[in-house]
């Protein structure tokens, strides 16, 4: 339970209360289980106080100081906690519709605490714990939130735009910076419409023989306007690898995959190839044999996977890049964007009887 003396001296305000902390430095706070709804503590230092299921619901608590404060299942629902200095512990705090605003939570832990419907406009999240915690219509616009652990947390219905905007939601704290950017930035638009547009993947070895071919194909490439990706196709075959390749094929005008003398099977074409609609072209050294899947991705993914390209030496897969490669790829990719363009038709059960 709160120590009544130092509760009794809280209440009269936070100027008498700093006065005493600081004339009193090193002194265990403990205000466990105190009553303090609706109180006025503005610009309070309450570092290091123990605050473990205290009641702050409602509370003024602007510029207040939390850093390595316990909080641990206290109450702040609805409090006024705007630019307060949280890098506290604040694991299964209530915080529903609390008024964060600029408020700084480096590092903070609030593992299982309930945030729904907090206002965490320009807050300070990063490397924050919000594992297990409720996020659901808070508002966001304006924060940072790098290195954020946010396993198992709820976050349905976060509102990016400020509150005199039109209200945008988005699921995912880590994209809402993204997104928000994305929809008010004409630059970093023009960026992805460039990406989209211009990039080639480039997939295989790094070797030194291959390496040249790969080299050679991205200065020509790059010297007809496109935007060259160079992928080393040769390393270990773990999640995290292949989802990158399959980031970088989707936002791609088209893919060269370079399969000759493959060290490990390319599974990664494999993963990538069925889920996305972007041409492949294939190529491969003369005397090569194609790994054994090529043969079944190209039958069954046909519209987009073109037949492997072999070629006796460097210079002649650069004579025939435009024709053999560039040509046919885009002719692909035209072919694929009308598919996409056009409308379903309906069938109707009429027209069987």
Same mark, same amino acid.
């Not at 198992?152 to 880590?174: A, C």
């Given at each position: ?7 009794? +001296? ?157 209200? +945008? ?59 060259? +990706? ?42 990538? +190839? ?80």
């Amino acid at each position: 339970m709160a120590n009544e003396e130092q509760l009794k +001296i809280l209440l009269h305000g936070a100027e008498a209360w700093n006065k005493w902390k600081e004339e009193n430095h090193g002194t265990c706070i403990d205000l466990s289980g105190a009553d303090l709804r609706e109180t006025n503590l503005s610009d309070v230092d309450l570092c290091g106080a123990n605050l473990c299921g205290a009641d702050l619901s409602g509370a003024h608590l602007n510029f207040a100081y939390f850093n390595g404060a316990n909080l641990y299942r206290a109450d702040l629902s609805g409090a006024y906690l705007g630019h307060a200095s949280l890098g506290a512990f604040l694991k299964g705090a209530i915080l529903r519709g609390a008024h964060l605003y600029g408020a700084n939570l480096y590092r903070a832990c609030l593992k299982g605490a309930d945030l729904s419907g907090a206002d965490l406009s320009q807050t300070v999240l990063v490397e924050a714990n919000l594992e297990g915690a409720t996020l659901t219509g808070c508002k966001i616009y304006g924060i940072s939130a790098w290195g954020v652990k946010l396993k198992d947390t709820k976050q349905n219905d976060l509102v990016i735009t400020p509150s005199d905007q039109s209200v +945008i939601t988005v699921d995912n704290l880590e994209v809402a910076q993204f997104i928000y950017l994305l929809l008010h930035n004409q630059k970093i638009r023009d960026v992805i419409n460039t990406v989209a547009n211009k990039a080639v993947l480039i997939l295989g070895s790094f070797t030194p023989e291959r390496k040249i071919v790969l080299d050679s194909l991205r200065t020509e490439l790059r010297q007809r306007g496109y935007l060259p +990706i160079l992928f080393d196709f040769e390393k270990p075959c773990t999640r995290d690898f292949t989802e990158t390749i399959k980031i970088l094929a989707g936002m791609s005008l088209f893919v060269i995959a370079d399969i000759s003398n493959p060290k490990s099977c390319p599974l990664e074409l494999q993963a990538t +190839i069925p889920d996305y609609m972007v041409p492949f072209v294939p190529i491969i050294q003369e005397g090569e044999k194609p790994f054994s899947m090529c043969k079944d991705l190209h039958i069954k993914f046909k519209k987009w996977v073109l037949k492997p390209l072999e070629y006796d030496s460097l210079d002649t897969l650069i004579r025939v890049l435009d024709d053999a490669i560039i040509k046919p790829a885009l002719e692909k990719h035209r072919e694929l964007r009308l598919e996409k363009e056009e409308d379903m038709t309906i069938r109707r059960a009429k027209d069987y009887e």
